[in-house]
Nanobody, 116 residues
Framework: QVQLVESGGGLVQAGGSLRLSCAAS????????MAWYRQAPGNQRELVAT???????NYADSVKGRFTISRDNAKNTVYLQMNSLKPEDTAVYYC??????????WGKGALVTVSS
């Protein structure tokens, strides 16, 4: 069983920055693929960024060059650094962990609001 707790959401003006954190407990963090998803009102949940257990990263086209996913295996934490934020980045951001057995776990989400 893996528990995930996001933090760092809030209100920011367009062009600003925020860093989300996701603290994990349970399981073996370094073996898990970690990801950030987001869901805006009326939209489906979409993948934002991924970090594999080997350290590879991948990003949605909409955030490439602006967002950075990173992980600290010693702290069982994954981060999402968000720069040059746009109003369309407004969403609830969810942390996801996928174990080597392909089981998914989710955090409760952190709200990010970007004002124009």
């Amino acid at each position: 069983q893996v528990q995930l707790v996001e933090s760092g959401g809030g209100l920011v003006q367009a062009g600003g920055s925020l860093r989300l954190s996701c603290a994990a407990s349970g399981g073996i963090f370094r073996l898990n693929a970690m990801a950030w998803y987001r869901q805006a009102p009326g939209n489906q949940r979409e993948l934002v960024a991924t970090s594999t257990s080997s350290g590879s990263t991948n990003y949605a086209d909409s955030v490439k060059g602006r967002f950075t996913i990173s992980r600290d295996n010693a702290k069982n934490t994954v981060y999402l650094q968000m720069n040059s934020l746009k109003p369309e980045d407004t969403a609830v951001y969810y942390c996801n962990a996928r174990t080597p057995f392909a089981r998914d776990y989710w955090g409760k989400g952190a709200l990010v609001t970007v004002s124009s």
